[in-house]
């Protein structure tokens, strides 16, 4: 059998095997609000990249996605993303906000071509095409049964914050702040740094970690308004769970251009592990109980003017963070391999055999 061969039989009994899976699991997939910053770093690619595969399980569905980075291709890229994974009808919102407004090291690979054709075709070419993020929020968050939604967070503060300030408007009746308070169940959020004292990574207790830096005040706004609870990803998270370089040049050459590899290529070419931070968001958003990592006790997080997060346990605190016990490092970075690289299910391979 021929590797090709080997691939599409693989790819058509997993096919199979995820609509039964689908068809006869008794819970609903989980709606998903994916908010990024993306273009900044590789791993928010990656992110896309889980959500997908766990969308293709029947675990989550995207309702959207919504831009913190404040550039044009920001938007292309992650259309081209969803694109490729046969979901280019996602909607898609941007900030008008001027927070890291240059092009970024790898968004260019959305409209890259060869022979003049895109490698990745999309529609959205521009997010100057895009509709505003806090719109995009509404719609989605109003469409969604009440405490249905969880948000994953792995930018800036700056959509949400907004969301919270928003009025009444066609999509709903309700000010943004009760919309959230009667549609999201959970907020993930890969920001700040919480190290336990007997973590390796304890002197990055007061890191002002890039994600609360970026935007301060948006930061501060949602750490003392949000209304649901909180899970947060620190910075030690990610950066204990490094993603192998091995799998962006093995794993991902099912198809001549994958966006995922390119994304990271041009970020930095391997080899080189980089931090899985904003994978680690998603991974516990749709699959909290499935042991990748502890949670702390109960508490508030609370955001300084100089992006420096501090944990303050209380028995009705809204904040947990989440805690990797090393333990189980290697099945959550396995889990996050695996996802990340899952081929689609719309997708026959065209590699060489």
């Known amino acids: 059998m021929t590797r090709l061969t080997a691939l599409l039989t693989c790819l058509l009994f997993t096919g199979a095997s995820l609509h039964l899976q689908a068809e006869d699991s008794p819970t609903q997939p989980i709606p998903i609000i994916f908010d990024t910053d993306f273009g900044n770093d590789c791993d928010d690619a990656l992110a896309l990249g889980v959500i997908h595969a ?126 959230i308070k009667k549609k999201v169940r959970l907020l993930s959020v890969m920001a700040g740094a919480f190290p336990l004292p007997d973590n390796p990574l304890a002197h990055l207790k007061g890191h002002g970690e890039y994600n609360i830096a970026k935007d301060i005040p948006a930061a501060q706004k949602l750490a003392k308004e949000w209304p649901t609870p909180i899970v947060w990803s620190g910075y030690e998270i990610g950066v204990a769970l490094p993603y192998p370089h091995e799998s962006i040049e093995q794993d991902y050459d099912y198809v001549t251009h994958h966006p995922i590899a390119d994304a990271y290529r041009r970020f930095q070419p391997p080899p080189h592990n980089r931090p899985t931070w904003d994978l680690t968001s998603v991974l516990h958003a749709i699959r909290p109980d499935r042991g990748y990592f502890k949670t702390s006790e109960a508490g508030t997080v609370a955001i300084a003017d100089d992006a420096v997060t501090t944990f303050k346990p209380s028995a009705n605190g809204r904040d947990t963070f989440l805690i990797l016990d090393p333990k189980q490092t290697p099945a959550t970075l396995e889990a996050l391999v695996q996802l990340s690289s899952q081929p689609p299910s719309n997708l026959a391979p065209t590699s060489a055999e």
Request: proline letters at 3%; one cysteine or more.
């Open 54 to 179: 766990l969308q293709s399980r029947g675990e989550c569905d995207l309702i959207a996605v919504t831009l913190t980075k404040d550039h044009e291709l920001a938007a292309s890229g992650v259309d081209a993303i969803n694109t490729f994974y046969g979901r280019g009808d996602i909607p898609i919102g941007v900030c008008d906000s001027g927070v890291t407004s240059a092009e970024g090291k790898f968004n260019a690979f959305a409209n890259s071509k060869t022979d003049g054709k895109l490698n990745y075709p999309h529609d959205l070419l521009s997010g100057k095409s895009a509709p505003d993020a806090v719109s995009v929020l509404r719609k989605a968050l109003a469409g969604q049964a009440d405490g249905s939604v969880v948000i994953a967070q792995v930018g800036f503060s700056t959509n949400l914050a907004n969301l919270l300030d928003s009025p009444a408007d066609k999509y709903s009746k309700l000010t943004g702040l009760e919309l």
